[in-house]
């Protein structure tokens, strides 16, 4: 099977391997070198600009349907980068940043991203595809209470809250990263910050402010089919994982090389602290479950995403150091197993 690309590589999962895209939609020069890379089991990837007049496949509203295949592992339906509407404005340029940082933080930002992640790994196709944490129409959202902090969030508030626990910022100034880091960490005025609301804000052109969409908040596990923690295992977790999620991230979790990039790591320095709201088991497992395999999502069982997302939250990972200031004013989830009780 052949993917057609955008030119190089673009991360395209939390758990999964990376869509073949490049992140501009500009297709390469005439005579520029076609390099055919080869991925996860032996998927040979050529490089082909994305037509969405021929995308054999319909949006479900304005985002990707759920289920995938490697023509729409790069189709990015609504691109700033390529939209002519955007030139020449200050808002334009902010908006377009936004979209770089979302879909390779580490490179936009590494002085606020220490970890290998990007916004991209948990949102999918920048954000725009369902079942996938898409962000389209969210930005109306805000301001939302948040539990966790236990006051109301606006939208850049929200982005501080990814930049420090799933991008790990603090651990650029804790872990010896000073190379890196610049000394400061994340906040609502921040320029990253700003660009990425900017970002957000343009995907929701359209959207009624205070109306949800009906695609938010979808990547959960019903009640009834959650497991006890204590009845959940690692070991059984890990056996599901080597079936279905080493061919893109590999045996050590931290992802197999395809192109220029690499998927998430899941675990050890480069992944999302303890604080992060993936490092919650059923947190964790609802995007199992909706989202991956990148290739077929849908075909793990709730019982199945819950003892991955077990194996997964078993391994070692960064110290999110101000855990001590989360759930003042509420009971902390019997899923967020960092925590102390």
Not at 89 to 97: A, L, Q, S, Y
Not at 222 to 234: F, S
Not at 275 to 296: D, E, K
Request: charged share 20%.
């Amino acid at each position: 099977m052949r993917c057609r690309t955008l030119g190089v590589f673009v991360l395209a999962g939390l758990l999964g391997a990376g869509a073949c895209a490049r992140d501009d939609g500009v297709a390469p020069a005439p005579d520029a070198p076609v390099a055919t890379p080869t991925g996860p089991a032996g998927l040979d990837v050529m490089p082909m600009v994305f037509d969405p007049a021929l995308r054999p496949y319909t949006l479900s509203g304005p985002l990707i349907p759920a289920a995938v295949t490697m023509v729409s592992a790069w189709d990015i339906p609504k691109n700033p980068l390529t939209d002519a509407s955007l030139e020449g404005t200050e808002e334009g340029e902010r908006v377009r940043w936004g979209f770089r940082l979302f879909m390779d933080t580490p490179a936009e930002a590494p002085q606020l991203t220490p970890s290998r992640m990007s916004c991209g790994n948990c949102h999918l196709n920048a954000g725009q595809r369902e079942l996938a944490l898409p962000l389209v129409g969210a930005a109306g959202m805000f301001p939302e209470f948040n539990g966790r902090a236990g006051r109301d969030f606006t939208l850049p508030d929200r982005i501080v809250g990814c930049f420090m626990r799933s991008e790990n910022a603090p651990g650029g100034l804790t872990d010896g990263a000073a190379g890196v880091s610049d000394g400061r960490l994340p906040d609502p005025a921040s320029d990253e910050v700003l660009a990425l609301a900017a970002y957000i804000e343009w995907l929701s052109d359209g959207f009624a402010a205070g109306e949800n969409p009906p695609w938010r908040k979808q990547n959960r596990i019903p009640a009834d089919a959650l497991i006890p923690l204590d009845q959940l295992d690692p070991a059984v977790g890990e056996t599901l994982f080597t079936e279905h999620c080493v061919a893109c991230h590999g045996e050590d979790g931290q992802g197999v090389q395809i192109g220029d990039k690499r998927a998430g790591p899941l675990w050890g320095r480069g992944s999302w602290n303890d604080g992060a709201g993936a490092a919650r088991v059923y947190t964790l497992a609802g995007i199992i479950r909706f989202m991956m395999p990148y290739l077929n999502p849908g075909v793990l069982t709730d019982a199945e995403a819950q003892q991955i997302a077990a194996f997964i939250t078993s391994q070692p990972r960064p110290e999110y150091p101000h855990k001590d200031q989360d759930y003042q004013t509420a009971s902390v989830p019997i899923d967020a197993v960092y925590y102390d009780r």
